[in-house]
């Protein structure tokens, strides 16, 4: 998730706060990371990250050990993923992905999906390289 610039800090801290008042587990995180200076020099299509623009993204990250707890923390990833959209520029880093979010390949590569799925195709077009949330050749 990036968050989008000039978002409320006070709101934004307050629903992230929120997610965090009781965690399922002691090993869930949400990580933030800052980006902006030598990343923002980058043209957007210059490669294929596009999503330059954004001061910093967030990773909520569930974990936990035991199987009875997967809806519960699944639960509170989602819930607090869900509480912090209104602060994102509704981009997503393609790395983060899970495997359940293969629809969301176009938020991670933007308006470079298009010139990405022709070098698939034309590099790739067997799909070999499928191991992850990847750019399907067509």
């Known amino acids: 998730m990036k968050v989008a610039a000039g978002n409320d800090i006070a709101a934004f801290s307050k629903s992230a706060e929120k997610g965090f008042t009781k965690p399922p587990s002691t090993q869930t995180e949400m990580a933030f990371a800052q980006l902006g200076g030598a990343i ?14 954004p001061n910093f993204l967030i990773n909520v990250h569930g974990r936990w050990d035991a199987a009875a707890n997967d809806d519960k923390c699944v639960g509170w990833a989602r819930d607090l993923f869900t509480a912090l959209a209104p602060f994102s520029t509704g981009a997503v880093y393609v790395n983060f992905l899970t495997a359940e979010e293969g629809d969301r390949v176009k938020m991670a590569y933007g308006a ?15 799909n070999l390289f499928r191991m992850n949330i990847n750019i399907r050749p067509s």
């Open 112 to 126: 470079n999906l298009a010139k990405l799925v022709g070098i698939k195709k034309k590099y790739d077009p067997a």
């Open 40 to 53: 923002t020099r980058v043209a957007s299509d210059a490669t294929a990250y596009s999503h330059r623009e």
